[in-house]
């Protein structure tokens, strides 16, 4: 069976094709579910709508490109969707059924960290415990991995939203508040591990589409090879790579420039 498998977030949306053991990214949407819920307090109908028409436009180009093969379409929701009444989750179901004709499936956070972090480490024969930090929009998960198995596991109910919230002029063309500042106020939030590890694996949201919009080079991923995660950076060399980036660039350069603002007002 091949799948078209669409992972609904709060802020980005992708699709993949899972097709003879691999899997691709296919398209993006930028919809702000949780930014929007968090003003409104429900979802918004546009924000719906674009999801539904975003949905059926990944059948439909599938049908008609490859008509000869059989996909089975999965679509999952994350953190927003997971923070939803009981009410409120099975009224978004029925209605997303009506508008696809598929079924919305919201997955715990202990499944998308589990399957997230054994897929971001599946290749790794390193002899030292390994970080996996799996950040979004709503939600950020942090795993200790050990000879392939987890030993520590932290959940967060916070992500990317929350932190541009925190320090409103992320948003801005040139960021003001204090770099260590920021830093401090999310290791605050932060559990300290058990384990100290040397490597952390960076998972979820759109890093590398973040370095790629500001045509930053990293350096080749010599630790293992996996050509979905080709790169690695020392940790000064980030933390230089961000001051840039916060003090020096401009933002509204970028926005113009890769035509995604609401990508970029919300990560």
Same mark, same amino acid.
Request: glycine share 4%; charged share 30%; aromatic share 14%.
């Given at each position: 069976?091949?799948?078209?498998?669409?992972?609904?977030?709060?802020?980005?949306?992708?699709?993949? $094709?899972?097709? %003879?053991?691999?899997?691709? /990214? &296919?398209?993006?949407?930028?919809?702000?579910?949780? !930014?929007?819920? =968090? *003003? +409104?307090?429900?979802?918004?109908?546009?924000?719906?709508?674009?999801?539904?028409?975003?949905?059926?436009?990944?059948?439909?180009?599938?049908?008609?490109?490859?008509?000869?093969?059989?996909?089975?379409?999965?679509?999952?929701?994350?953190?927003?969707?997971?923070?939803?009444?009981?009410?409120?989750?099975?009224?978004?179901?029925?209605?997303?059924?009506?508008?696809?004709? $598929?079924?919305? %499936?919201?997955?715990?956070? /202990? &499944?998308?960290?589990?399957?997230?972090?054994?897929? !971001?480490?599946? =290749? *790794? +024969?390193?002899?030292?415990?390994?970080?996996?930090?799996?950040?979004?929009?709503?939600?950020?998960?942090?795993?200790?991995?050990?000879?392939?198995?987890?030993?520590?596991?932290?959940?967060?109910?916070?992500?990317?939203?929350?932190?541009?919230?925190?320090?409103?002029?992320?948003?801005?063309?040139?960021?003001?508040?204090?770099?260590?500042?920021?830093?401090?106020?999310?290791?605050?939030?932060?559990?300290?591990?058990?384990?100290?590890?040397?490597?952390?694996?960076?998972?979820?949201?759109?890093?590398?589409?973040?370095?790629?919009?500001?045509?930053?080079?990293?350096?080749?991923?010599?630790?293992?090879?996996?050509?979905?995660?080709?790169?690695?950076?020392?940790?000064?060399?980030?933390?230089?790579?961000?001051?840039?980036?916060?003090?020096?660039?401009?933002?509204?350069?970028?926005?113009?420039?890769?035509?995604?603002?609401?990508?970029?007002?919300?990560?």
């Amino acid at each position: 069976m091949n799948y078209i498998i669409i992972e609904v977030g709060s802020t980005t949306s992708k699709s993949y $094709l899972y097709e %003879n053991n691999e899997i691709k /990214e &296919i398209s993006r949407i930028t919809i702000p579910f949780k !930014s929007n819920y =968090n *003003i +409104n307090k429900t979802l918004l109908k546009i924000d719906k709508e674009k999801l539904y028409s975003y949905v059926n436009e990944n059948k439909r180009d599938f049908n008609y490109n490859y008509g000869n093969k059989k996909y089975f379409t999965y679509v999952y929701g994350t953190s927003i969707f997971r923070n939803l009444s009981t009410k409120e989750l099975y009224e978004f179901e029925k209605e997303f059924k009506d508008n696809t004709n $598929l079924e919305f %499936n919201v997955i715990t956070e /202990e &499944i998308e960290n589990k399957y997230t972090t054994y897929g !971001s480490t599946r =290749n *790794i +024969n390193y002899d030292k415990p390994v970080a996996v930090l799996v950040t979004g929009g709503g939600s950020t998960e942090l795993s200790i991995v050990e000879n392939k198995k987890i030993i520590e596991r932290y959940h967060y109910n916070f992500g990317a939203i929350d932190i541009t919230n925190s320090f409103i002029d992320l948003k801005d063309d040139k960021v003001k508040s204090n770099f260590e500042e920021m830093i401090n106020n999310i290791k605050e939030k932060l559990n300290k591990t058990k384990t100290k590890p040397e490597v952390l694996i960076i998972s979820g949201t759109d890093h590398l589409y973040f370095y790629e919009q500001i045509e930053q080079k990293l350096e080749e991923n010599t630790l293992f090879k996996d050509k979905n995660e080709p790169y690695m950076i020392d940790i000064n060399k980030m933390k230089e790579i961000d001051k840039r980036f916060f003090y020096e660039m401009s933002l509204n350069e970028i926005k113009e420039k890769t035509k995604d603002e609401v990508w970029w007002n919300g990560a």
